[in-house]
C-alpha cells in the first residue's frame, strides 16, 4: 500500500510561482518506479503534466509546461515536488501526485501509475 500527500497549492497572480510537494508512505516491500504530476480543470480530462524516475536518471514533461515547470524528488524522504514558474491562468486546476510501483515503460498515461493523492488546488488569477 502506497499513501500520498500533497501539500503547497494556493492561488497565485499570473507570473508568479508555487511549489508543490508530495510525500510518499508506503511498506517497505514496495518500490518506487517512477513519480508523477497530473492536473484536472474543470470540464477537462485529467492530463499528464510531469514524470520522474526514482533512479534519478530522467525526467518528463509534457511540452506546455517546458523551461516552466521543474520536476524532483528527495529519494531519502521520499518525496516529489513540482517547481512552477511563470504560472498562467491555463495552469489553473487541481494537481494530482502519482506513483508507480508496477513498472512499465511509459509514463504519460493514468494507467501508468498504481497510487494517487488527493489532489491540491492551484488556481492562477489573471
Known amino acids: 500500500q502506497v499513501q500520498l500527500v500533497e501539500s503547497g497549492g494556493g492561488l497565485v497572480q499570473a507570473g508568479g510561482s508555487l511549489r508543490l510537494s508530495c510525500a510518499a508512505s508506503m511498506s517497505t516491500s514496495s518500490m518506487l518506479f517512477a513519480m508523477g504530476w497530473f492536473r484536472q480543470a474543470p470540464g477537462k480530462e485529467r492530463e499528464f503534466v510531469a514524470t520522474i524516475l526514482w533512479s534519478g536518471i530522467g525526467t518528463v514533461y509534457t511540452d506546455s509546461v517546458k523551461g516552466r515547470f521543474t520536476i524532483s524528488r528527495d529519494f531519502a524522504k521520499k518525496t516529489v515536488y513540482l517547481e512552477m514558474n511563470s504560472l498562467k491562468t491555463e495552469d489553473t486546476a487541481v494537481y494530482y501526485c502519482?506513483?508507480?510501483?508496477?513498472?512499465?515503460?511509459?509514463?504519460?498515461?493514468?494507467?501508468?501509475?498504481?497510487?494517487w493523492g488527493q489532489g491540491t488546488q492551484v488556481t492562477v488569477s489573471g
Open positions: 502519482a506513483a508507480q510501483i508496477s513498472w512499465r515503460p511509459t509514463f504519460r498515461a493514468r494507467n501508468d501509475y498504481d497510487y
